[in-house]
């Protein structure tokens, strides 16, 4: 089947930190893949996306490149705030299936001042 | 604005009580879509419409109803809740031809 797996969270650093956060995926066809962020009693928020291989999506500072060998989509960011507390989710998107999305489990990231 | 609303944001309730969460987007967006957010599990689908009149399963679909009568409105219905249903329902929606889909901002649910 489809599925999305994130790596366990929660996930606590000290602002100005290096942020990775894994994410990989099994699924029939060739699915576009996001980052969600949900922040503090807020719906999810689009971050970025990637439609196929090798594309790099990017929005406020964070990465995640589609790596189609290795079936992942994991999110980087060089520098965190504060302010990027939250909950991250990962999914994909199955052209064939239409407009569902499958996600992960979501991480929660914590960032100290 | 562009948005997604729902109503209530927050809800206790007892086991048996029928209860509608509504949800409404005013960006003229064809698809609308269900889902519960439970810890460990990420967000699952319920139901989803791909228009007016036109609604099918997701993953989750026991225990819910959806209506689709106008193109604005994708109400969520649960005509005997039970314990298990208290979760964070997320409405969202989209046009067909965009990957982006915008969600609202979630009605947690307590069934006693």
């Known amino acids: 089947g489809n599925s999305v797996t994130q790596m366990e969270g929660p996930v606590t650093l000290s602002e100005e930190a290096f942020l990775t956060i894994n994410c990989t995926y099994t699924a029939t066809g060739y699915p576009s893949l996001f980052w969600y962020v949900q922040y503090p009693g807020e719906g999810l928020q689009l971050l970025l996306k990637a439609t196929k291989a090798d594309d790099k999506g990017s929005n406020k500072g964070f990465e995640a490149t589609y790596r189609k060998e290795t079936t992942s989509f994991h999110l980087e960011k060089g520098s965190v705030q504060v302010s990027d507390s939250a909950v991250y989710f990962c999914a994909l998107r199955l052209i064939q299936g239409a407009q569902k999305l499958v996600f992960g489990q979501g991480t929660r990231l914590t960032i100290n001042p | 604005e562009a948005q997604v609303t729902q109503n209530p944001r927050y809800l206790i309730t007892v086991t048996g009580k029928k209860l509608t969460v509504t949800c409404s987007q005013n960006m003229n967006h064809e698809y609308m879509s269900w889902y519960r957010q439970d810890p460990g599990l990420g967000l699952r689908q319920i139901y989803y419409s791909m228009n007016v009149e036109v609604t099918d399963k997701g993953d989750v679909p026991e225990g819910y109803k959806v209506s689709r009568k106008e193109k604005r409105n994708f109400p969520l219905i649960l005509e005997s809740p039970s314990p298990n249903q208290t979760s964070l329902y997320f409405c969202?929606?989209?046009?067909?031809?965009?990957?982006?889909?915008?969600f609202g901002p979630g009605t947690r649910l307590t069934v006693l």
């Open positions: 969202a929606s989209s046009l067909l031809e965009t990957d982006t889909q915008y």
